[in-house]
């Protein structure tokens, strides 16, 4: 049994919807109920009654969960006292797939930096800096959910993403003359298909759904020649050299641009994680954002940097 299988109970308790629970904890339906069924297997009570309907609370489930909650809670004191007692240990930082060069210079002096080696999705580093598993990461947020996980968002870094496509014509294409890939597997591509499908509704870009995992790679490539039209990178491709059969071409009206934010709990005490945050993020500036014809997400929580 473990305190994020009690914290996974309490949101299904508080929802009643299983679908609801998983995308408020930023995780997939499947997985959640694979974790429920394995906390019940751990406690030998059935938790919740279902069916393709309608979610309930056992009577187990409905006498256990205020004791639940003053469990996460007192867990949630002594995490906040330990963090208060340690000063000493290092400040962990996570990564999607980019950071910042000269990451131990900026913050030498003011903090041990370690850069924790799991790479995972945005939305899963996001809830591991609210969970405490780390102080920092760069990843990609939203505002909603940055205020939602009680997250700082500062900016670090902004992609500008471009499409690829067959042939030797290298010449800027409109926005809503591209297609955008979304895969089925929201466990590992959640942010990306936000960002994707907000961006099609926005621009009028074509939406090709795929269900192998090939946002970048080289399956990515074996789509982009099956289209008709360029397709958008992601931010995992933006330095992966093209086979000699595809192109870059800029993408305008608008420009996409992807932002990396730096995150940490808005109620760190630790004085080092916050001066390193800072000592990370000085001097960044607004990376383009300003620029007249850059499209964002409206939940970005950078995008009024860009009006």
Same mark, same amino acid.
């Given at each position: 049994?473990?305190?994020?299988?009690?914290?996974?109970?309490?949101?299904?308790?508080?929802?009643?919807?299983?679908?609801?629970?998983?995308?408020?904890? *930023?995780?997939?339906?499947?997985?959640?109920?694979?974790?429920?069924?394995?906390?019940?297997?751990?406690?030998?009570?059935?938790?919740?009654?279902?069916?393709?309907?309608?979610?309930?609370?056992?009577?187990?489930?409905?006498?256990?969960?205020?004791?639940?909650?003053?469990?996460?809670?007192?867990?949630?004191?002594?995490?906040?006292?330990?963090?208060?007692?340690?000063?000493?240990?290092?400040?962990?930082?996570?990564?999607?797939?980019?950071?910042?060069?000269?990451?131990?210079?900026?913050?030498?002096?003011?903090?041990?930096?370690?850069?924790?080696?799991?790479?995972?999705?945005?939305?899963?580093?996001?809830?591991?800096?609210?969970?405490?598993?780390?102080? *920092?990461?760069?990843?990609?947020?939203?505002?909603?959910?940055? +205020?939602?996980?009680?997250?700082?968002?500062?900016?670090?870094?902004?992609?500008?993403?471009?499409?690829?496509?067959?042939?030797?014509?290298?010449?800027?294409?409109?926005?809503?003359?591209? &297609?955008?890939?979304?895969?089925?597997?929201?466990?590992?591509?959640?942010?990306?298909?936000?960002?994707?499908?907000?961006? +099609?509704?926005?621009?009028?870009?074509?939406?090709?759904?795929?269900?192998?995992? &090939?946002?970048?790679?080289?399956?990515?490539?074996?789509?982009?020649?099956?289209?008709?039209?360029?397709?958008?990178?992601?931010?995992?491709?933006?330095?992966?050299?093209? !086979?000699?059969?595809?192109?870059?071409? !800029?993408?305008?009206?608008?420009?996409?641009?992807?932002?990396?934010?730096?995150?940490?709990?808005?109620?760190?005490?630790?004085?080092?994680?916050? +001066? &390193?945050?800072? +000592?990370?993020?000085?001097?960044?500036?607004?990376?383009?954002?300003?620029?007249?014809?850059?499209?964002? !997400?409206?939940?970005?929580?950078?995008?009024?940097?860009?009006?």
């Amino acid at each position: 049994m473990e305190l994020r299988q009690l914290r996974y109970f309490v949101a299904v308790a508080e929802e009643l919807h299983f679908g609801r629970a998983a995308a408020r904890l *930023l995780i997939a339906g499947p997985s959640l109920s694979q974790q429920i069924k394995a906390l019940e297997r751990d406690l030998g009570v059935p938790l919740f009654t279902r069916d393709r309907r309608t979610v309930a609370l056992t009577p187990a489930g409905t006498a256990l969960l205020p004791q639940v909650r003053a469990l996460l809670e007192r867990a949630d004191e002594l995490h906040r006292h330990a963090r208060q007692l340690s000063g000493s240990r290092p400040v962990r930082i996570g990564y999607v797939n980019w950071l910042p060069p000269g990451l131990t210079e900026r913050t030498a002096g003011i903090a041990r930096l370690y850069v924790d080696a799991w790479v995972v999705p945005s939305h899963q580093q996001a809830a591991r800096v609210a969970d405490g598993s780390l102080d *920092l990461a760069v990843c990609w947020v939203r505002r909603s959910d940055a +205020a939602r996980l009680g997250l700082e968002a500062r900016l670090l870094g902004a992609d500008r993403l471009y499409a690829v496509a067959v042939g030797t014509d290298t010449s800027p294409v409109r926005a809503k003359d591209i &297609a955008v890939l979304v895969d089925d597997d929201v466990t590992s591509w959640q942010s990306w298909n936000d960002y994707a499908e907000e961006f +099609a509704r926005d621009t009028g870009a074509a939406v090709r759904r795929i269900h192998n995992g &090939a946002i970048t790679g080289p399956a990515f490539f074996d789509h982009v020649r099956d289209c008709t039209t360029p397709v958008l990178n992601s931010p995992k491709g933006q330095t992966t050299p093209l !086979p000699p059969d595809l192109v870059q071409r !800029p993408v305008v009206g608008p420009e996409a641009l992807w932002t990396w934010s730096l995150v940490r709990r808005a109620d760190e005490v630790r004085a080092d994680v916050i +001066a &390193a945050a800072e +000592a990370i993020t000085r001097d960044v500036g607004d990376l383009g954002l300003g620029r007249d014809g850059v499209w964002l !997400p409206a939940d970005d929580p950078h995008r009024a940097l860009g009006g």
